[in-house]
């Protein structure tokens, strides 16, 4: 008996069940394209297609030197994306630019330990930034990093790449937790930012998870009057949850 269902379908139906009934769990690394395709007795281009299909239909993510990793999903079968901040400005036509204020490897605040389900005795990293549009500081970045899960954060230096972006290119998360809110602007937080004290600011609290452990926990401080919040989640294929 023939079939007409092209063998990158029936490639990409394999892996998409293997996601489904957590063979591959959220985070995991998928097989190469050349694994892949031994496995499945195709040839490459087929594996390349499978894999393909799979991210436009939001399952896995394709980054070049990180290989393919499978994509978090909330309970309704969407997305969870975290946006990259250098994505957001260069949208918008403007020229983006990372200011590194501070590094430093210390026991966090009592909070941040409490919010990342960390040990009280556990060092953290911390990393405050700047991200510009053009000249304009569009966010002021606070942010937290457990080294324990994110690994080889302790050995860059982000001068040059920010958390967010190596964040998003390295380390995998199955849940966030986000805090959204209107605050005045301290007189320290309206220096970095180049705003007259008291300024409106829309302040994001978020914190990541893989699974049970904290990721990173990450205040993002944007000015009120040139920033907004937007979401455009990828949705999921009928009937995947997780």
């Not at 269902?5 to 489904?20: C, G, N, S």
């Not at 394709?62 to 999903?73: F, I, K, W």
């Not at 920010?162 to 602007?185: E, F, G, K």
Request: aromatic share 6%; net charge positive; charged share 20%.
């Amino acid at each position: 008996m023939t079939t007409n269902v092209p063998l990158y379908k029936t490639v990409k139906d394999a892996l998409k069940r293997q996601i489904e009934t957590a063979v591959f769990k959220v985070g995991d690394q998928l097989p190469g394209e050349a694994a892949i395709a031994q496995a499945h007795s195709c040839s490459r281009l087929t594996a390349h297609r499978a894999l393909r299909e799979l991210a436009t239909e939001g399952y896995v993510e394709r980054r070049r030197r990180a290989g393919t990793r499978v994509l978090p999903r909330d309970k309704g079968g969407v997305l969870i994306a975290i946006p990259s901040i250098k994505d957001e400005i260069e949208a918008t036509g403007k020229q983006y630019g990372y200011e590194l204020l501070h590094r430093r490897y210390l026991l966090p605040p009592a909070a941040i330990s409490h919010d990342l389900r960390t040990a009280p005795d556990q060092k953290l990293l911390n990393i405050r930034c700047l991200h510009r549009a053009d000249t304009t500081v569009l966010q002021y970045e606070n942010r937290w990093i457990n080294p324990s899960v994110a690994e080889g954060a302790l050995e860059r230096s982000f001068e040059k790449t920010s958390p967010n972006l190596w964040l998003l290119t390295h380390v995998p998360y199955s849940d966030v937790n986000h805090t959204i809110t209107s605050v005045a602007a301290t007189a320290t937080e309206a220096k970095l930012m180049g705003l007259p004290t008291g300024s409106a600011l829309l302040r994001v609290r978020r914190q990541t998870f893989l699974y049970t452990v904290g990721v990173t926990a990450v205040t993002l401080l944007h000015p009120g009057r040139d920033y907004s919040l937007r979401s455009n989640p990828v949705a999921a294929p009928t009937g995947t949850q997780n």
